[in-house]
């Protein structure tokens, strides 16, 4: 069986839909002090290290939305009998 899904929205029109908070303004005052880092040349400045820790958890959420469509995709097929009509 193969299905597919097309939904059009903006970035912030999911997020919203998902219930998740406006991050815009903490996201630009990151970016600001990263910027002033980098500006100022701050000694032994290394951009993995500066961003190591806004990536691991960047990819925990990535790994619980993932969580959430298996979920969603698991209830879906247990709901619909094998002929393809629903319980």
Do not use: C
Not at 2 to 14: C, G, H, N, R, Y
Not at 32 to 54: A, C
Request: aromatic share 8%.
């Amino acid at each position: 069986m193969k299905f597919s899904i097309d939904v059009e929205m903006t970035p912030q029109e999911l997020r919203e839909s998902l219930g998740l908070p406006d991050v815009s303004s903490l996201h630009e005052e990151m970016i600001g002090t990263i910027r002033e880092r980098m500006q100022q040349g701050v000694e032994g400045y290394d951009p993995v290290t500066l961003f190591k820790p806004f990536m691991t958890s960047g990819m925990g959420t990535v790994e619980g939305f993932q969580k959430l469509m298996f979920s969603l995709m698991n209830q879906y097929t247990r709901s619909t009998n094998k002929d393809g009509s629903e319980e």
